[in-house]
């Protein structure tokens, strides 16, 4: 937020965040849009939007004259609680997040309160494109998701489908979107539209925010797209150009802030959507599946994930035994290891830590291994102590990233008995597995 | 390994392994060196390595004939063990890995079994670069790394620097390398000369093994640098262009099988050194420090790592309190945050999450928040889950990566009081922290 200095200065201007000014510097002239202040930067920078999408921060200090050549223009109502428009349409269910959030001015942190409608009316570009049905499911940050929401959110979609949609947008926060984007991948078995997941890096009151794009962005995919799946639509990059669609199963969070933070790990992207225009590219081939259309919510609440790291000890292991887990993904190192291996005297820790594992395969708990390493293949056949790992019943994930491989696993657990679930662990059931991979 | 028929045809030809040849196939003619059969590919296919760096393979039955252009030459041995060079010399300590293995052709896996001479012998190229000192500190995969290790690691760096050495290269697994990197930038407090990790991605009997350029490039790195400190030196992507030299702090293993494997986290290159010529290019300033060298190994034992996911429960943290941890690093989701809200009547178990990390924190562990996203700053601030962590007494791991605050957290208990080491755990010690971060 402003210091007073400065807001006093923007009043004394009649400008308001949002409004497009001209700026003229002691050496520079610049346009752009008023956003609110960051809360690490120092309190008499103002924040503007340049044209080409970054923002610049210029010192009240350096500023010789500021004007408005534009203002926001007010949002006009539309009202779609609850009434199914009766033309095709769109469902957008609403789950929070920063997507849904706006900035708390008292204490300058970001809070999740827009209600669905609050957040149609925010960008009214939206009604261009179609009806829209808005159902609420939740105003919560992604972090706070279970697997009973997953569950929630699946039958939301088959509701939304029962009644004629077009496709579905699940506005989400983007801390978990990966994970939920996989668990929907795998519980909505041959789903006969795109369910497309969207976030935001930035909150929806703030002029640099991605909530807007990445919305329209998916919006217009589903209006021109084939694809029958569960997929994810974020900015590509740091720039206002496109959003990617990423497939549901291995998208991956890979930075704290960036907009274009969203990345598809050993998978290829689905297509790139335009902003501006109408063009959309289509990277991969899409196969649907013209199976019927299943729903199988079941997910087992007794799996976690361990991660492996130098210094490691066996009681880490045993602790799942202990808590009579079903299912354990191990983020291993390299290629899929664990240290196992009695090497010199220092390493004694390393027999008990393979008994762990061993004794916890034998109470009935399904381990898969996958690697911290995160892109490329887990290949378990290369050295020694992954062979070992494989002969003790250790299942390798493959080129799964780890948050799919638990959240398959869960479901797995939670829809088959555990033999089947192992087995199906190897299988690619929704493109989660990539027989070829560039190596 | 390749099948008796194509082992015939290569006797017949009198082409070995590491052979340069001239192939004439049905459609082209093709020069390159005869590497080894990778396990994954069909038996009929010989692997040739072309001189841009990149492997083809063609099948027996597309191969017209073969011929030697040049046959691999004979080594000449160098006796180092124990005897220091008079001259100034750099050092190697064996520690193991892949740099140090051979492929067993009984079961087609990656054995750790080269004596520190053998690998000397292997890399002649080494003799044209100075005298070295070889120190044999063990022969293990880099999975079985304890901290135990990083101190005798440590100790043999400083007993190298008191015989005068000039550098030290230690080879290492590639799987902990990362780890490794950490524990020593910290324990080595201002080092006075340059101590280089060197691993490999392939073994080093393999044409397409990366540990002979990697290990010349570290030489070629010491030689001319003014740099003191803990660096790695991998290649810099999948060609055998140039390797680059990473800081000790924040690297990462980010593919399970590529030889361009490494990156720097939320940091800078330190340097990139050209496989031919003598091209070297400093990418960032280093600041060595100028205070008196010590070596201070202090680590805790009882240091962890747990990673959130979506239906995480409480007792995978109550789990460290019960076993008297010291630290533990929390591999939180986005800007850092875990879930600690009830939102609905689902997240009930969130309450009991935000017990257990408060009473884990008031018997003495020091929590230490990082990003699964891992590129990025931990911002606990922005969102009202990370402030309640925050006035919790959860410290921020700002722009560490997990893997190295978990080692800074481990080697700060073996060294200062509590109070001290969470302070000092914000402190930008060694490089691993950056004031400026690009958004």
Redesign the interface.
Known sequence: MYSRKVLKFLEKNKIRLNDKAKIITLDDEIEGILLNRP??LEDDTLIIKLSNGYNIGINLRNIKSIKVISKTKPVKTINSKDKIPKKPFISILHT?GTIASKVDYR?????SRFSPDELIKMFPDLKNYGGIHSVFL????????????YKKMAEAVKAEISKGSKGVIITH????LG??SA?LSFMLENVPIPVILVGAQRSSDRGSSDAGMNLICAVKFIKKTSFKGVGICMHENNNDEACVILSGVNAR??????RG?FKTINNDLIARVEYEGNGITFLSEHHNKSGKFKAMTG?S?K?????????F?A??IS?FEE?KYKGLII?????????I?E??K??K??SRIRKAIKSLIDSGCVVVMC?????????M?????G?DLLNMGVVSGDTMIS?TA??KL?WLLGNYKKEEAKRLMNENLRGEIKKRLL?
């Open positions: 809360d690490y929070g204490t300058g942190g970001v809070v939740g105003n919560m940050f992604s972090d706070d998701m279970r697997f009973s929401h926060g983007t801390d978990t994970y939920t668990a969070k890979m930075h704290t802030s960036r933070a997910m609440d799996v976690g994930i361990v991660k492996i790291h130098t210094n000890s009681e880490q602790f808590k983020e291993g190192t390299g290629l899929g290891h664990a240290p291996s090497t010199d220092l390493t820790e390393h690697s911290q390493a995160i892109n490329g293949r887990v290949n056949n290369v050295y020694s102590p062979r948050e638990f959240v869960a190596l």
